[in-house]
Nanobody
Framework: QVQLAESGGGLVQPGGSLRLSCAAS?????????LGWFRRFPGKEREFIAA???????YYADSMKGRFIISRDNAKNTVHLQMSSLEPEDTAVYYC????????????????????WGQGTQVTVSS
């Protein structure tokens, strides 16, 4: 079993920042896993934001570069997503996910690459 627990979501004003965290645990969790962040808008498929490998290597969707920064703390099996200059269009449910460490880079954008998912955390950007 693998558990991914997101935290840090909430309500933020336009132009504000938010930091999401995801803690991975469980007997089946491999410390070498690639950890990623996705988001889902109502009625839409999950959208890739960023992914981070255990030993370096961070990857972003082109549209997310600059405002979103992924980082991970291997000692704590935790991955973070720092979000800045948030806009109402960023309102969504944000998910943490874990993929095998051997996943190729070109596959990291696809939700199907990820074996485990958190429950999601709501981010609302509104004044």
């Amino acid at each position: 079993q693998v558990q991914l627990a997101e935290s840090g979501g909430g309500l933020v004003q336009p132009g504000g920042s938010l930091r999401l965290s995801c803690a991975a645990s469980g007997h089946s969790f491999s410390a070498g896993s690639t950890l990623g962040w996705f988001r889902r808008f109502p009625g839409k498929e999950r959208e890739f934001i960023a992914a981070a490998r255990r030993y370096g290597g961070t990857y972003y969707a082109d549209s997310m570069k600059g405002r979103f920064i992924i980082s991970r703390d291997n000692a704590k099996n935790t991955v973070h997503l720092q979000m800045s200059s948030l806009e109402p269009e960023d309102t969504a449910v944000y998910y943490c996910a874990a993929a095998p460490g051997s996943s190729i880079v070109s596959a990291l954008w696809s939700p199907r690459t990820y074996d485990y998912w958190g429950q999601g955390t709501q981010v609302t950007v509104s004044s």
